[in-house]
């Protein structure tokens, strides 16, 4: 389909005049199966496709997507285009499109994700089923595998493209009050072990009895992988040079200072193929290995290209991969450092309260543990709780091994000092 | 159509139990402008059909977007071989389908200004003098506007026998001015809400004539004080804030597929379990939630859902009590329904429909009562205007909100404008909590265009309303 969509992209370019444009192919195959307390409730495969063309005339622009391939249709659609960026008004921070580059094709398609069939989602969904009702339980979860094809050019001579599989498989397990949720997002299938899965689905399950009552404090929290994740993706949303130029975020004037705790190391990586690594972002701007927190120091903010050389920056892609810096501690380690604490599974409905001090709110879900004296005493409600990332980072007190925690991340076990937890869930 | 009655006819040849198309076309426009320059004006088109076969307690979905007879016939083989495996899986927990009869209907939103046919420019000017004003003010660092047009045309063949042709538009303008000082940054938004209307509906907003006050509130809302530590308090609630709350704690709970455990894995489940049905205290006694998938200007109206069912009225609460839910014909008969209220709803053609709140609002009070009327019975307490951080658990019970906008409470009277504040309770405390609400005079709709539910992930539409409530004794604060 991708090389049907290249030919299309022939067409248009002989058929636009403007100053300058990009054009983006997308192509995306998807097989989603959906199953929900022992039953499948949705199944759905289809293959879509689109053309996304920005054409610029002087830094006037208008875009467009196309997704139907008749020349009629692409004219209308190229037509329209040239309307839009002809009445609109100007970008002064327009900055022409990308060039030829050389980069890596960095391998992120795997053919046994890629041959997946419908058939191969139901064995596996069959497995978590019979699982759960071993227990006389309830499962819910997800199964996906998407192949993706993206090619991008532009008039300045970019040409460059990305071909991707992804693999995703996630269970909640669920018995009255009892509940507690796995999942994988993979690049390659060899990653994928459904019966590592499965056990570690019912280790978390067994462990989980009666949610006790327990009230709101600041306590030692030792977070597991996802919940690190949650919380630390979160905050590189609003990692952002112009924002913290313009005095909006906590980022503010913090480059080369030590923003973060001593212990907290973060990069984006092109170095490791476990996870996703693509050479160029949707534009063409080349993505490097950066390091945004180093022994606790703020290294570097994203930095759009424009407004980089407005302010005589050097552009800084996002962060395309997160990988933050583990330790050799176990969980069974970090409940023997602290007198008392939580083990959290993973977060939910993770939402900014202030931008400026870059405070966020979410809450615990699947799952949460007490400890006490090293060892896991019983399981508590859910807590909703208030923290600033970097000020957490602070209170680190160990960190566990790295794990591959899904297509963009690899992150360790973190445990954190007085967690701040401001409510919990009573009914 | 022909290349539908194809569809339903192999289907049918093939054995289905039912099976639909779904042939949409989405043009969506979106323009977006910060300080002064025009980041992006983006007209998107999609066009393609969804076909869904049901067979032996097992629904199959495939879509496709090429318009042939071949490919039509590969996608209904498609959707029915998934439903077949899939039925493997469910032979002991089958899915069942409430009936429906067959409509042959039309329904077209009411639009007097097509926003497609306005020119560029138009909108432009607009947006880019909103910029003007809000930057005429030093403290305000960053100024952005937008406004999304949609249209969604939607024929939907079944094999009971519907065919129905759906014509569907939104608009959806907003700004917001952010003020910025040495200490802090804070922001102020002009935000409406979606409503299915044309461009007049834009030209009716007076959005130019509100910049100033946005702005000047935005540099108030800067200089502001916090309120110092937590602490149980009155609040004044407007329409356009209540909107996100009750679509988080009554829309989100009383949607039947997370009551039934469908979204364990991924949105949630539900505290309002069908046991509660007819006799769970909801909130109190003056609460009544109607559903209205016929509201005018509702972004959930549409003549019918994507089951095929006419739109239709009911109260999810009634005096305060949980009286009925949001339903499919897929979840209906879970709690013996026999009939569903038409909630299955999909985004786009590649999208297979699933169970969406439906336009929800709180009836006004019925009461002469005015929103002076509710502060004046407030010693102290917060009023809060407009949508901040919202945030709640997987089971919708325990919630936490900001907003937009917030004034002190006093000895009944509105004294001074403050900032970072928000408020946290649980379900059944906050809606047992309502004292009074203001009359009909004051009630008001907020239309929601972007309510994320699904995997993969959809963005579904619905509008809520209220008139201005007051709730005793929540807990609130300022954040740290």
């Known amino acids: 389909m991708i090389n049907k969509l290249k030919t299309t992209i022939d067409f248009i370019k002989k058929n636009i005049d403007a100053d300058d444009y990009a054009i983006e192919a997308r192509v995306k195959d998807s097989l989603d199966t959906r199953f929900a307390q022992n039953r499948i409730t949705q199944n759905m495969s289809g293959v879509k496709f689109s053309i996304d063309v920005t054409l610029y005339y002087g830094s006037k622009s208008g875009s467009v997507s196309i997704d139907q391939l008749d020349e009629y249709f692409i004219l209308e659609r190229l037509a329209n285009a040239k309307t839009i960026a002809l009445h609109t008004s100007e970008d002064k921070e327009y900055i022409p499109s990308e060039g030829a580059k050389e980069f890596l094709d960095y391998n992120n398609f795997d053919q046994e994700i890629a041959d997946l069939t419908v058939e191969d989602h139901l064995v596996i969904i069959k497995r978590c089923v019979d699982n759960a009702l071993e227990q006389d339980a309830v499962v819910s979860g997800m199964v996906s595998r998407h192949i993706i094809n993206s090619f991008l050019t532009t008039k300045n001579g970019f040409i460059g493209e990305n071909n991707y599989t992804i693999f995703e498989h996630s269970m909640t397990i669920k018995k009255d009050e009892r509940e507690t949720r796995v999942s994988r997002s993979v690049i390659r299938k060899k990653l994928h072990d459904i019966e590592a899965m499965l056990a570690e689905l019912n280790t978390n399950f067994q462990a989980i009895d009666k949610a006790n009552e327990m009230l709101p404090c600041k306590i030692p929290v030792i977070l597991r992988p996802q919940a690190v994740i949650d919380i630390f993706s979160f905050m590189s949303w609003f990692m952002d040079r112009r924002g913290a130029d313009l005095g909006m975020t906590p980022f503010s004037n913090q480059i080369g200072k030590h923003f973060f705790g001593k212990d907290f190391d973060m990069c984006s990586t092109l170095d490791d193929d476990r996870i996703m690594r693509q050479a160029f972002d949707g534009s063409g701007l080349l993505n490097q290995n950066t390091e945004w927190a180093k022994d606790g120091v703020l290294m570097n903010l994203p930095t759009g290209k424009s407004y980089a050389q407005q302010h005589d920056l050097k552009y800084v892609n996002q962060p395309f991969n ?32 202030d931008g400026k001090s870059g405070e966020l709110t979410g809450l615990t879900r699947d799952g949460v543990l007490y400890f006490k004296n090293g060892k896991v005493e019983k399981s508590v409600n859910n807590f909703r709780w208030n923290e600033i990332p970097h000020d957490m980072t602070r209170r680190i007190l160990a960190l566990g091994k790295q794990v591959v925690n899904d297509t963009h991340s690899i992150i360790p076990t973190m445990l954190i000092k007085d967690f701040t937890l401001v409510d919990n869930t009573r009914f | 159509m022909e290349l539908g009655k194809i569809a339903i006819d192999y289907a049918r040849s093939l054995g289905a139990d039912f099976a639909d198309i779904r ?33 032996n307690g097992a629904w199959g979905f495939a879509h496709n977007k090429i318009f042939t007879k071949d490919a039509i016939i590969d996608t209904v083989k498609s959707a029915f071989n998934i439903a077949l495996a899939s039925s493997e899986i469910n032979k002991n927990f089958k899915l069942q389908l409430t009936p429906e009869r067959g409509y042959i209907d039309t329904y077209k939103t009411p639009v007097c200004i097509d926003p497609f046919s306005v020119s560029p420019k138009e909108k432009i000017d607009m947006l880019l003098e909103i910029n003007r004003t809000l930057l005429s003010y030093n403290d305000i660092k960053q100024a952005r506007a937008m406004v999304i047009s949609q249209n969604d045309h939607k024929i939907l063949i079944n094999s009971d026998g519907s065919h129905l042709n759906i014509d569907t538009t939104y608009v959806y303008p907003s700004y917001t001015a952010v003020a910025v000082n040495s200490e802090d940054s804070q922001s102020r938004s002009f935000n409406p809400g979606a409503t299915a209307a044309g461009w007049e509906h834009v030209l009716d907003l007076r959005m130019l004539e509100n910049a100033d006050r946005v702005a000047r509130e935005a540099i108030m809302k800067l200089n502001a004080d916090s309120l110092p530590g937590d602490k149980r308090r009155d609040l004044v609630l407007n329409p356009d804030h209540l909107a996100l709350t009750m679509h988080e704690s009554v829309g989100h709970p009383t949607e039947l597929d997370r009551v039934l455990g469908w979204e364990a894995d991924f949105a949630g489940i539900s505290f309002a379990t069908p046991e509660k049905l007819k006799n769970y205290q909801y909130g109190a006694k003056i609460v009544n939630f109607t559903a209205n998938n016929k509201l005018a200007g509702g972004m959930a109206t549409a003549g019918y859902d994507d089951d095929g069912v006419p739109n239709q009225e009911w109260q999810i609460i009634k005096d305060g009590i949980l009286n009925e839910y949001g339903t499919t014909r897929d979840t209906a008969s879970f709690i013996g329904q026999t009939l569903s209220r038409g909630c299955n709803r999909a985004t786009n053609y590649y999208d297979m429909p699933i169970n969406r709140i439906p336009n929800l609002y709180m009836e006004p009070g019925k009461e002469e009562c005015s929103p002076n009327d509710l502060i004046s019975a407030v010693d102290e307490g917060v009023m809060i205007e407009g949508q901040g951080s919202f945030s709640i658990d997987q089971h919708r019970i325990n919630f936490q909100f900001g907003g937009d906008m917030f004034w002190e409470i006093k000895n009944g009277k509105r004294t001074r404008p403050l900032k970072k504040i928000l408020y946290r309770s649980n379900n059944p405390e906050f809606w047992n909590s309502v004292e009074a609400i203001a009359d009909k005079r004051f009630w008001k709709s907020w239309g929601v265009n972007n309510c994320g539910k699904g995997q993969p992930g959809q963005t579904g539409r619905m509008t809520h309303g209220a008139s201005p409530t007051l709730f005793r004794n929540i807990m609130v604060g300022g954040s740290k």
């Open chain 1, 322 to 353: 997160i990988v933050i810096a583990g330790g050799d501690k176990s969980e069974e380690d970090m409940m023997k450092m602290v007198d008392e604490g939580l083990i959290i599974n993973r977060f939910w409905y993770i939402r900014v309260i």
């Open chain 2, 23 to 55: 042939i949409q076309r989405t043009k969506r426009e979106f323009i977006f402008v910060r300080d002064l320059n025009v980041k992006r004006f983006n007209n998107d088109d999609s066009y393609g059909y969804g076909i869904r076969v049901f067979k």
